[in-house]
């Protein structure tokens, strides 16, 4: 099978007096019928200097050499590659760099020192042809993920591989053999040797696994094989905590945990984090005082304490933190609609968010797909609120601290802003610049008689 390859790489394949391999998931990926990236990895039983002094000459540009691991990466303008030589690894426990690399000219070795056997099919650029040193081929037609050595031994290596397992297996809709779970789980804790920066990277990969070849709920797979493994204990064990732990059968069809990643599942693809954390506070709950109650109150302080753990950006942290506090919030339809005007001008910079978290929780919890009652009550809410001409930002209010120069000292310009804007949230008709003027200066009128 010839795999088609860009113009520059044929070129260089053609002036290197060795043979230029690509290998790793653009071969797998061409090999599987999936959309390949602009990504390739090289590989020739060559040092990395060679490629790079050939690669030059055909116009490419280096980007980076890394002379310990053999590696060098360039690009021809519109791809990128990443050459590294064949090599043997030794690692250390469970720690994701090579503790020890040695060099071969043995494509078989350069095979067996990778993860998976999907991922160690060669194809020679300059003949076009396949070389298949572990039979990957017929793992990638048959659609499964299996070690290129015993399980236990490649998963006790490389803590990162569990969580690259459940990425790249969860994106290509194929299903790890019993060997390759076992292997998984039985060195699942070599993840706490990952740094807590490539646990989130992968982590927020595997939330948008559907996104890398469109492969529905490929999200959702890889997040089951976090737990069949029991990788999930390990990285996000406030979480797993809440499996088995039941809930209500008349709202909920699910155990916490499955609940929780059924709403992955279902979420928009903005809130996906959010919902994998949105009800983080309910095993605590439970375990201190045998209910769920107050467990989004918990579950933002549990949420901040996690996304801290995992040194997720800060912005990020406070408004998944602010959806976890906010997604039980007229949980039972009872709310008066002056309340929630106030709860939507409050929320309003994360008001779709919180549309959208509500939504896969209700959606998660008897896998029902019409909208969610408290979405619709709040669209209803803020579409008549959108009809009054209510303002939902100050900048939207007709007046402004321009208007009120000269009429009452200004530090009291922002406290009757906010009063002005606050009466305009219960009635929109009410945002009129005349009103408000004679409003704000009734106020400051008012104020002067104290």
């Given amino acids: 099978m010839l795999i088609e390859t860009p113009e520059k790489l044929n070129d260089l394949a053609k002036i290197c007096p060795f043979p230029l391999y690509a290998v790793g998931g653009t071969v797998r990926d061409a090999l599987a019928g999936l959309p390949c990236t602009k990504d390739w990895d090289l590989a020739a039983p060559v040092p990395a200097e060679k490629v790079a002094e050939f690669a030059l000459r055909c116009g490419m540009k280096e980007t980076a050499v890394y002379k310990n691991t053999g590696t060098v990466n360039f690009s021809d303008g519109e791809n990128h590659y990443e050459f590294t030589s064949f090599r043997s690894d030794f690692y250390r426990g469970g720690e994701h760099a090579p503790a020890k690399i040695t060099f071969t000219d043995n494509i078989l070795a ?40 015993a399980a236990e031994e490649v998963f006790s290596e490389d803590g990162l591989r569990l969580m690259r397992l459940a990425r790249q297996a969860g994106a290509m809709g194929f299903c790890p053999t019993e060997e390759c779970m076992a292997g998984a789980r039985q060195n ?40 069949e493994t ?72 549990i949420g901040r304490d996690i996304l801290t753990r995992l040194k997720a950006p800060k912005k990020e942290t406070e408004t998944i933190v602010r959806l976890i506090a906010t997604h039980m919030y007229d949980l039972d339809g009872k709310t008066r609609e002056n309340k929630i005007r106030s709860f939507i001008i409050e929320n309003y910079d994360i008001y779709p968010l919180i549309l959208l978290i509500k939504q896969a929780d209700y959606t998660a919890c008897k896998d029902d797909k019409n909208i969610c009652p408290a979405v619709k009550k709040f669209e209803e809410i803020r579409a008549k609120m959108v009809k009054e001409g209510v303002p939902f930002t100050l900048k939207e209010l007709k007046i402004g601290g321009n208007d009120l120069k000269g009429l009452t000292d200004p530090k009291n310009t922002g406290k009757i802003l906010a009063e002005l804007f606050k009466k305009c949230t219960f009635d929109g ?20 008689e104290k």
Avoid: W
Avoid at 115 to 129: S, T
Avoid at 204 to 219: E, N, P, R
């Fill in 110 to 149: 350069d095979a067996k020192r990778r993860d998976f056997r999907c991922n160690a099919v060669y194809y020679d650029i300059a003949k076009g042809e396949l070389i298949d040193p572990l039979n990957g081929i017929e793992d990638i037609s048959a659609r499964i993920f299996a070690t290129t050595r």
């Fill in 230 to 301: 029991r990788v999930l204990d390990q990285i996000l064990p406030e979480l797993s905590a809440g499996r088995g732990m039941a809930q209500r059968s008349d709202f909920h069809n699910y155990d916490v945990l499955e609940h929780t990643l059924r709403a992955c599942l279902y979420a928009d693809r903005k809130i996906r984090l959010a919902a994998l954390l949105h009800d983080i506070g309910k095993p605590y709950c439970f375990l201190q005082n045998g209910k769920y109650h107050g467990h989004d109150v918990e579950g933002a302080r």
């Fill in 188 to 227: 699942a804790d070599k993840i706490q040797k990952i740094s807590a920066e490539r646990i989130y990277s992968e982590l927020v990969s595997i939330l948008h696994a559907d996104q890398k070849y469109g492969i529905a709920d490929a999200h959702y797979k890889g997040l089951k094989i976090l737990d």
């Fill in 429 to 448: 008709r009410e945002n009129v610049r005349e009103k408000l003027i004679r409003q704000a200066q009734k106020m400051i009128a008012k104020e002067n």
